[in-house]
């Protein structure tokens, strides 16, 4: 009933940027925290940037200054901003988030979006 819709990756120049959206669609009660995800090849998925239900974030050491994590509760959707972009930000990113999809249901679920590329060339 949950998906997570991913847009926005694609090719750009070191020093350039790029604005990830991920929008969740389906049958939605609430979302609590929103993150983005990050995978290079031969590396493991790491915490790019996480923001909670009320709009407080967190950002890694190594993109902090360059990347702002924002969301829209009343699109649920959630954004990365990227900015300053290096090579060593190449990576496949994937959406994440926490959601209760009814007002019956007793816990929150975790979903994945299915992930886009992004390539910053050299």
């Known amino acids: 009933q949950v998906q997570l819709v991913e847009s926005g990756g694609g090719l750009v120049q070191p020093g350039g940027s790029l604005r990830l959206s991920c929008a969740a669609s389906g049958i939605i009660s609430s979302i609590n925290d929103m993150r983005w995800y990050r995978q290079a090849p031969g590396n493991e998925r790491e915490l790019v940037a996480a923001?909670?239900?009320?709009?407080?974030?967190n950002l890694a050491d190594s993109v902090k200054g360059r990347f702002t994590i924002s969301r829209d509760n009343a699109k649920k959707s959630v954004y990365l901003q990227m900015n300053s972009l290096k090579p060593a930000d190449t990576a496949v990113y994937y959406c994440?988030?926490?959601?209760?999809?009814?007002?019956?249901?007793?816990?929150?679920?975790?979903?994945w979006g299915q992930g886009t590329q992004v390539t910053v060339s050299s």
């Open positions: 994440n988030a926490d959601i209760r999809t009814t007002l019956l249901s007793s816990s929150l679920k975790n979903y």
């Open positions: 923001i909670t239900s009320g709009g407080g974030t």
